[in-house]
């Protein structure tokens, strides 16, 4: 089967990178994308961990060598996902786990249409904006444009094949786990057609009686 990639988008502060790790740590054959970024690291962020960061002018060059399967500019910082991190997915047979936004999404839905997007949402806008104060790191400006944003990513659901409400963070991850297994087993399937299948499993049949 070939490797697909699962691109997981929500409001900022929703938790989908929480989401996204813990996926890849419950999970096998998943692979956690890590993105560039020109934003400053944030308290207890590690380089090549949490993001590859790396300053704008380096960013745009990474944009000419044509080295970002998306990027897009969010609040004044650019976000991109390297190509090597699909190919490498793809060297060992991983799935892709993809932490990104709604355009970064499109853009990887346009470069490969086989990819799962799922968007998860926050309990309540009232929840995100708390989710987003308790992180202490911006300020009322900052936080009601991301609450603006969220409005506008809010409209573009129907873009989405899942929506998942992240309301307990172990309940969203055994249901996009089980979207993710579901996906696998259908393509799967798709790979082997049908009457080969029946064919193989007549066999194995077979074999048993002997």
Not at 82 to 96: C, I
Not at 125 to 146: F, H, K, M, P, Y
Not at 182 to 197: F, G, I, K, M, V
């Given at each position: 089967m070939k490797s697909f990639a699962v691109a997981i988008c929500a409001p900022s502060g929703t938790g989908?990178?929480?989401?996204a790790r813990a996926l890849v740590q419950g999970g096998t054959?998943?692979?956690?994308?890590?993105?560039?970024?020109?934003?400053?690291?944030?308290?207890?962020?590690?380089?090549?961990?949490?993001?590859?960061?790396?300053?704008?002018?380096?960013?745009?060059?990474?944009?000419?060598?044509?080295?970002?399967l998306e990027w897009a500019e969010v609040h004044?910082?650019?976000?991109?996902?390297?190509?090597?991190?699909?190919?490498?997915?793809?060297?060992?047979?991983?799935?892709?786990i993809l932490d990104i936004d709604v355009?970064?999404?499109?853009?990887?839905?346009?470069?490969?249409?086989?990819?799962?997007?799922?968007?998860?949402?926050?309990?309540?806008?009232?929840?995100?904006?708390?989710?987003?104060?308790?992180?202490?790191?911006e300020d009322e400006v900052r936080l009601r444009q991301r609450l603006e944003t969220a409005q506008r990513e809010l409209e573009r659901l129907d873009a989405f094949e899942y929506v998942v409400v992240n309301d307990r963070l172990e309940e969203t991850v055994a249901r996009v786990s089980s979207i993710i297994v579901a996906e696998r087993q259908r393509r799967e399937r798709q790979a082997e057609p049908l009457a080969a299948l029946r064919r193989r499993l007549q066999e194995d049949l077979e074999r048993e009686r002997r």
């Amino acid at each position: 089967m070939k490797s697909f990639a699962v691109a997981i988008c929500a409001p900022s502060g929703t938790g989908k990178t929480t989401v996204a790790r813990a996926l890849v740590q419950g999970g096998t054959g998943l692979l956690f994308s890590v993105s560039a970024t020109t934003r400053p690291a944030r308290a207890g962020e590690q380089p090549g961990v949490d993001y590859h960061f790396v300053g704008r002018d380096e960013f745009e060059a990474m944009i000419e060598r044509g080295e970002l399967l998306e990027w897009a500019e969010v609040h004044g910082e650019l976000y991109g996902t390297p190509r090597a991190n699909l190919e490498r997915a793809e060297r060992q047979g991983e799935l892709l786990i993809l932490d990104i936004d709604v355009q970064g999404a499109q853009q990887v839905v346009t470069a490969r249409p086989d990819t799962v997007t799922i968007f998860l949402l926050p309990p309540s806008l009232g929840a995100l904006l708390e989710r987003l104060r308790n992180r202490e790191s911006e300020d009322e400006v900052r936080l009601r444009q991301r609450l603006e944003t969220a409005q506008r990513e809010l409209e573009r659901l129907d873009a989405f094949e899942y929506v998942v409400v992240n309301d307990r963070l172990e309940e969203t991850v055994a249901r996009v786990s089980s979207i993710i297994v579901a996906e696998r087993q259908r393509r799967e399937r798709q790979a082997e057609p049908l009457a080969a299948l029946r064919r193989r499993l007549q066999e194995d049949l077979e074999r048993e009686r002997r």
